[in-house]
């Protein structure tokens, strides 16, 4: 779905969402709940921090006075019905929504205590350091080796080709380890390295999804946004990504929408429940969120009687 | 609403488990009543009749099986699941311990130490399980928390009971003849473990109890 497509799927949603029950499974009222959760501490050191986060598209309000504190090296995931916000909240977090003209973000994104909605921020240093994978695998249609090295390339990280080897200036060497070692962080070099000047769009759905977050390795990023990467997968792809994932979480702090429910109690550490309407309901350890949600309507819809 | 068919299948094992209950409690009654009459068919029937409870105990067991595997339960309903899996396996073990009772009449009557109430401590253990099974159905967490706290006196009976058997022994002249003195010890030793076993219903009544509060509450108190 394009980004403006996905836009006003959510605001339909949005029009059409009936007002829920303020009831909780504890019997306080919900803002009591959301003092506890905001209250949630972590183990580790925040990385990415939003605060009174709203996004509006166009008329709509799509997202809703946000709060929220992510902890490094961790995962997270946002899950959700359709139209609740959490893939507009993950847009937030490297400003791609300013890629969408109707769009307007109101608040606080921080990472590493640095605010990103200012003035000056350099878009492009930004998305290096918050990388993102897509629903749908979208490999270059280039070389194995090409998808990985053209970023770098692009921002002048490595010099190669023709001319760097005419000036002497060439980083082949470089480029060679960068592309295995982003490939074996992808869990990916033992099945291509015998072919990496093959077209990526030869390889299967879930091998292009790994090369996609190799490539986004590459330009050494700090934080990984994955939206619904495993969706378009069958299981062993799938298992292959959230393994991955798991192991990603060492380095890089990884935050990933996903509609499976099961694959957010699998792979994360924390979890974050938005509800139709663009709230943040309820957010802690994935355990407690699966085993005692606090919300009785985010009891509702992971135990799938909403609706 | 949305997964009728799985919250079919919850209230179903709901109703299960409340029926394997009540059947359960029956086969304690009928052992605690051959205990008291000492009706030797009645006593005969309890004692064999445990095939009944395991098949629904195997079956039940196997749905919930089914549940985690098939529908992945979370939250209320994870602990609902888990709790009532649980709960099932104490079920199984008072009607074992029913059948128990059943053995324990076929073989003797429980009248050689008169300061034994055993009828009292079987009352008292059977009370718990019916309170633990409506704490089950009506989701009432005090009622849990009651159950515990009255298991004490159960305790406190079983332990007195044991302490007046060992009494009776010591004072009771030494048996010269070897045969009176095996018959002796076997009645000594069926008395003290029908007062152990009915001790280990209530206990089982607390495990109900324990699992049930968790069901409620997500609050792991009472299983430690």
């Known amino acids: 779905m394009s980004e403006t497509t996905q836009a006003e799927a959510e605001r339909t949603d949005a029009e059409t969402a009936p007002d829920q029950p303020l009831e909780t499974t504890s019997g306080e009222t919900e803002e009591q709940v959301r003092e506890e959760w905001r209250e949630y501490a972590f183990d580790g050191r925040t990385k990415l921090a939003a605060e009174d986060l709203d996004v509006h598209y166009s008329d709509d309000h799509a997202l809703k006075g946000v709060s929220i504190e992510i902890p490094e090296n961790s995962v997270t995931a946002l899950i959700g019905p359709s139209g609740c916000g959490k893939s507009t909240f993950l847009r937030c977090l490297n400003r791609m929504n300013d890629r969408i003209r109707s769009a307007r973000v109101d608040g606080s994104v921080r990472i590493d205590g640095e605010e990103i909605y200012q003035d000056g921020v350099n878009l492009v240093e930004l998305r290096k350091r918050v990388g993102m994978v897509f629903q749908s695998p979208n490999p270059f249609p280039k070389s194995i080796r090409e998808n990985i090295s053209y970023g770098p390339e692009k921002h002048g990280d490595l010099q190669t080709g023709l001319l760097a080897r005419l000036l002497d200036r060439s980083d082949e060497d470089e480029r060679e380890q960068l592309v295995e070692r982003c490939l074996r962080d992808a869990a990916l070099w033992d099945e291509v390295n015998d072919r990496l000047d093959d077209n990526a769009l030869g390889l299967s759905g879930g091998q292009q999804q790994r090369l996609c977050i190799a490539r986004c390795l590459s330009v050494d990023p700090e934080v990984i946004l994955m939206d619904e990467p495993a969706s378009a997968l069958d299981p062993i792809a799938t298992a292959k990504i959230e393994d991955l994932i798991d192991q990603l979480s060492e380095e890089y702090t990884v935050v990933i929408v996903t509609h499976n429910m099961q694959q957010a109690a699998r792979i994360s550490d924390q979890t974050a429940v938005f509800l139709t309407g663009g709230e943040l309901v309820e957010y802690g350890d994935t355990d407690q969120v699966f085993e005692n949600p606090h919300s009785e309507r985010v009891e509702d819809y992971i135990t799938g009687k909403f609706g | ?224």
């Not at chain 2, 009928?30 to 205990?35: I, K």
């Not at chain 2, 300061?115 to 159905?137: C, H, M, N």
């Open chain 2, 1 to 224: 609403m949305p997964r009728t068919g799985y919250q079919d299948d919850l209230d179903d094992l709901r109703e299960d488990v409340l029926a394997m209950g009540q059947l359960v409690l029956g086969r304690l009654d009928d052992g605690l009543e051959a205990l008291r009459t000492g009706d030797e068919s009645l006593a005969r029937e309890v004692a064999e009749g445990d095939a009944t409870v395991n098949e629904h105990y195997l079956e039940l067991e196997s749905r919930c099986i089914d549940l985690f595997a098939l529908q992945q339960p979370v939250a209320g309903d994870l602990r609902f699941v888990a709790a009532s899996f649980k709960i099932l396996t104490d079920l199984e073990r008072i009607a074992d311990l029913a059948a128990n009772l059943g053995r324990y009449a076929l073989a003797g009557d429980e009248s050689l130490v008169p300061e034994v109430p055993v009828g009292d401590i079987g009352t008292a253990a059977r009370d718990l399980v019916a309170r633990s099974l409506d704490a089950y159905a009506d989701r009432d967490a005090a009622a849990c928390r009651a159950i515990h706290e009255d298991d004490d006196t159960v305790d406190a009976l079983c332990g007195r009971a044991s302490e007046a058997v060992a009494r009776d022994l010591v004072e009771r002249e030494a048996a010269t003849d070897a045969w009176e003195l095996e018959r002796l010890l076997d009645d000594v030793s069926r008395l003290l473990l029908t007062v152990r076993d009915l001790e280990r219903v209530a206990d089982h009544a607390v495990n109900i109890a324990a699992r049930t509060l968790y069901m409620i509450e997500s609050d792991p108190e009472l299983i430690y």
